[in-house]
């Protein structure tokens, strides 16, 4: 330990927690990071099953953008709400208003009501993983979060693994409605774990919440996502609804700095963005989120729709990419922890996940499943090198004071770009699915059969005539082709943005007992030097 740290402890009065005490903090996380992460993958093989019979496919990107769109908004208000409350209140309302969320969407008659209670799910979301992380981030000195790290990607990857056969085998056996329902059990072992093993020192601080700010980014970001989900599908893209959206956006994104900058306490501090670890570190996460969850969310379809397979199955096809991403989160979290470096792994991560991706584009009717899983595996090790590096870098350039805040502006990136990426992908879809109906089906037989026909639930298409059945098959998987294939350039520019990344040398202290205010975290000026 050095004598920096050593003298932070002194004057920060706090005692460090010890191993046993940390392990049993991970329990009360763990358990809410299973049931935020249960239900991102136990959705996925249930919704081609869902649009078919509550809507139709051009409203699948919604159900997915609903959750993350108010989960994104969220998580910079727990931050500051976390400092008056206390993380751990914080982490148990997010967790039953997740509750909430769920039995109502277990409920809806229709697409419009599952859209609005998923976004009440996202919003319990929101606060389940920046309350974990920022709890991370507080009492686990940055040199050893790696292999912490690694534990959560293991609850992710049991989540990722379980996640997709419960929804499938849900749909097959009972009803998709129970998808939603047995996040409830889970729910209430996460309540009481956390409320009997969940122990965090808490010093309340007084903070003004800049709701203002919540209300001109939520709105702005809506509008965006209204844009590049209806563009092209629900109106064309030089109508004036289209255009006024996009206007709106950009104003009200443009009022929102404006008022960050004059706030006494901003939602997301400006001054964050003059850290260069956290600008390119949050690029990253944007990027990498609007790639991943544009692609991956549309992974299902292909195998339910194209390969023909059942909701279980289907689940089961996911498990190469899971296993990628758990695998290497957890190798990649052990070596960070012993060489104390971090800046080379979204560099190799993003480059193998290009060529995973460009790989899943070449995905049609006869590939083998073997084949298929191999592409998945290799994008699932990119992902697993990538995904918790900006937070980690992150958390060790700011200092404490912007601690929750900058946790929250990475998870906020992410999820942005994750919603950004399921509304832009999921218009590609239609819009070339369109295209290709059009130029595969014959006129003839076109006239017959409604676009919700041709796009309804996969046990439906298969119970149309063979000839039609095959060309919409060809159709979908043309149009899946198009997807993976526009994700490449994003990945790209990820590839491109990590090599800005600067390395700091990880810290062996962490922030509860372990830094003052007059022993600030190293800036990345300072490790630049």
């Known amino acids: 330990m050095s004598s920096n740290s ?3 402890r002194a004057a ?3 005692a460090a927690l010890s ?3 940390i392990q049993i903090v991970f329990i009360g996380l763990m358990g809410g990071m299973l049931l935020a992460s249960l239900d991102q993958t136990i959705v996925a093989t249930a919704l081609p099953t869902i649009v078919g019979e509550l809507g139709g496919l051009q409203h699948l990107s919604w159900v997915i953008t609903a959750y993350l769109l108010t989960s994104t908004s969220s998580m910079p208000l727990y931050g500051k709400l976390s400092d008056l409350y206390g993380r751990k209140l914080l982490f148990q309302a997010a967790i039953g208003i997740f509750l909430v969320g769920s039995i109502l969407s277990g409920f809806s008659q229709s697409m419009i009501q599952l859209i609005m209670f998923r976004g009440i799910q996202g919003l319990g979301a929101g606060g389940i993983i920046t309350m974990a992380q920022a709890v991370i981030g507080d009492i686990v000195a940055p040199r050893e979060r790696g292999r912490y ?4 990607g293991t609850v992710f990857g049991v989540s990722a693994v379980a996640g997709p056969l419960l929804g499938g085998f849900f749909t097959d056996n009972l009803t998709w409605r129970w998808v939603f329902y047995i996040n409830i059990p889970i729910g209430a072992a996460a309540l009481i774990v956390t409320s009997t093993v969940l122990r965090l020192p808490f010093q309340r601080l007084s903070h003004r919440i800049d709701y203002l700010g919540a209300a001109l980014m939520v709105s702005g970001v809506s509008a965006l996502l209204l844009l590049t989900s209806w563009g092209g599908v629900e109106y064309a893209w030089g109508s004036p609804t289209i255009i006024g959206l996009g206007v709106a956006g950009v104003i009200l994104l443009g009022i929102f700095l404006l008022q960050e ?5 901003p939602l997301l501090p400006l001054r964050l963005f003059r850290e260069w670890i956290f600008s390119v570190g949050s690029s990253i996460s944007f990027i990498v989120g609007m790639a991943m969850f544009g692609a991956v969310a549309y992974l299902p379809i ?6 023909g397979t059942s909701a279980t199955m289907s689940g089961l096809r996911l498990f190469p990419l899971m296993m990628g991403v758990v695998l290497m989160s957890i190798a990649s979290g052990q070596i960070i922890s012993k060489i104390g470096r971090y800046r080379m792994f979204p560099i190799v991560g993003t480059g193998i996940m290009i060529v995973g991706t460009y790989l899943l584009s070449r995905l049609g009717v006869g590939t083998s499943p073997w084949v298929a899983a191999g592409y998945m595996l290799l994008l699932g090790v990119g992902l697993g090198m990538v995904m918790q590096v900006p937070v980690l870098a992150v958390q060790n350039a700011v200092q404490h004071r912007d601690l929750g805040a900058g946790t929250a502006g990475v998870n906020l990136f992410r999820s ?6 399921v509304a832009i992908f999921g218009s590609i879809l239609n819009n070339r699915l369109s295209y290709e109906l059009t130029r595969t089906i014959p006129a003839e037989a076109l006239g017959q059969f409604s676009r919700r026909t041709l796009t309804a639930s996969p046990e439906q298409l298969k119970a149309l005539p063979p000839a039609i059945h095959a060309d919409v098959v060809q159709s979908f998987a043309n149009s899946l082709h198009m997807v993976f294939l526009w994700a490449v350039p994003l990945i790209i520019v990820a590839f491109l943005v990590s090599w800005l990344l600067r390395d700091i040398p990880l810290r062996d202290y962490a922030h509860v007992g372990g830094e003052a205010e007059g022993v600030p975290a190293p800036t990345g000026g300072a490790a630049g030097e």
Not at 261 to 265: D, K, L, M, N, S
């Open 261 to 265: 900058g004059r706030a006494r306490e």
């Open 12 to 14: 920060n009065g706090a």
């Open 149 to 152: 790290q690694g534990y959560i």
């Open 19 to 21: 191993h046993r005490q």
């Open 6 to 8: 050593n003298s932070a």
């Open 416 to 421: 942005l770009g994750s919603a950004f990426g």
């Open 302 to 307: 292909y195998f339910q729709v194209v390969r």
